[in-house]
């Protein structure tokens, strides 16, 4: 059974760091495309960081860029470090998963963690 489990969301003053960790499992091939979104209440999902099959190649927002990295742990472990954080970044976060490897079609879906930043 595919699933993607978030951590590491809470509540942080503006100019605080946060570190969020997503663990994939039950894929059964390692061509997978990590990314990581937010979504606001009444706004649009959008894409924050995004990790691609290379594990080398990324994409960030543009709000984000210089603040935010992205990363891969072991085994299907992917991070997301966030610093300078300001209350703009307060959202929900998912982390998701497209196992072709495209970035495009992000198929899989986390249950998502909370970020505060006040």
């Known amino acids: 059974q595919v699933q993607l489990v978030e951590s590491g969301g809470g509540s942080v003053q503006a100019g605080g760091s946060l570190k969020l960790s997503c663990v994939a499992s039950?894929?059964?091939?390692?061509?997978?495309?990590m990314g990581w979104f937010r979504q606001v209440p009444g706004k649009r999902r959008e894409a924050v960081a995004v990790?691609?099959?290379?594990?080398?190649?990324t994409f960030y927002a543009e709000p984000v860029k210089g603040r935010f990295t992205i990363s891969q742990g072991n085994a299907n472990t992917v991070y997301l470090q966030m610093n300078d954080l300001k209350s703009e970044d307060t959202a929900m976060y998912y982390c998701?998963?497209?196992?072709?490897?495209?970035?495009?079609?992000?198929?899989?879906w986390g249950q998502g963690t909370q970020v505060t930043v006040s």
């Open positions: 998701a998963a497209d196992p072709t490897g495209n970035c495009v079609s992000f198929m899989y």
């Open positions: 039950g894929f059964r091939y390692g061509n997978l495309c």
């Open positions: 990790l691609y099959a290379d594990g080398t190649t």
